[in-house]
């Protein structure tokens, strides 16, 4: 499915080798052509980026809001020739940064949403309560880090942060753990935080690390990924020309919910099925996953960090952009700034 042009340059060089999670998968559905302009809106470690430019002899904008991936991707940049672009930036703002390349739109945008491994293998980013470190989860560096936030965040928006956006039923128990505890010292290190939530909630063994659903949470939180999220598929949709492919991998099913609204549009979902074809609204894609791609058990066994992702694409239509709002998707919780404000419960 994905054209392959033989005389395609190879592309060595950049951080070390890495194979994004569902990848030919994702290169299938972007539907690659010789003569393309693709964005990488999440570079992380380079894979999708390097996979795209050895596919076909094409152009490739990467984003990443993470100065530690810039900088390690300079080696690529270098090996492509001309080819890539790497923009430290929110991917949010993809449209913007193709349009700073004199770019009015652009072949495909893939998005793979999440921490990266590079970032969960940093002890120093906070990220893994796996290896100690500093309780920070920050994907660029700036505004307040998990530390700053449970150190004010009221009890009752700490357990619906956790629950919401973890998926925990124990979120209360945890919230209310984690303030008892800040009363005596402040919590700064991840192995703190994972200590107090291996306290609170007892697991049977073999089962999932107690802290893992808060540790999701907090970090969607702080980086604030599901605004970004919306705010990416909608300036995707901005960017692309007719007949041009969004791809996202997602991790979460708030993050799978809110991609397969959005590709469904206004005339599949939230208009009755009654209405005749002619009075429903035009889609902005044609969605090209019926059901998500999920990886397969040989995937699994070399990465299981891919056991929850979800791969859903579309192709971009003639209709116009900004006609569905996400912001009824998106959990009902204070922002990182409102939290260091004071104007939570």
Known sequence: MTGRDGGAPAVAGGPARHIPVLGP?????????????????????????????????????AIDRDPGAIAAGADLVQAAHGRLALVQARFSELDAVARAQGLPSVNGVVLDIGVSSMQLDEAARGFS???????????????????????????????????????????????????QARRSAPIRT?????????????????????????????????????????????????????GGRLVVVSFHSLEDRIVKIFLAGPGREGVSRHLPDSARP??????????????????????????????RAGERTTAAAGQIDLSALLPRLPTPAEVMKGRTA
């Open 282 to 311: 035009a889609a902005a894609f044609r969605v090209l996953t019926r059901k998500p791609v999920t990886p397969d058990e040989d995937e699994l066994n070399a990465n299981p960090r891919a056991r929850s992702a979800k791969l």
């Open 129 to 179: 309560f796996r290896n100690d470190g500093p309780l920070d989860m920050r994907m660029g560096g700036e505004g307040p880090g998990a530390a700053d936030v449970i150190a004010v965040i009221g009890e009752r928006d700490l357990a619906n942060v956790i629950f919401q956006l973890g998926e925990e039923r124990h979120s209360r128990v945890i919230a209310r753990a984690i303030v």
């Open 190 to 242: 991840t192995a703190q935080l994972a200590q107090l939530v291996s306290q609170a909630v007892r697991t049977r063994p073999g089962a999932l690390h107690p802290a893992t659903r808060t540790f999701q949470a907090l970090r969607i939180f702080v980086n604030d990924e599901l605004h970004e999220l919306a705010q990416a598929l909608v300036a995707a949709e901005r960017i692309l020309g007719e």
């Open 25 to 61: 998968a994702a290169l299938d559905y972007l539907n690659i052509r010789a003569g393309g302009v693709y964005i990488d809106g999440t570079f992380g470690a380079g894979g999708y980026s390097r996979a795209i430019l050895t596919a076909a002899d094409c152009r490739v904008i």
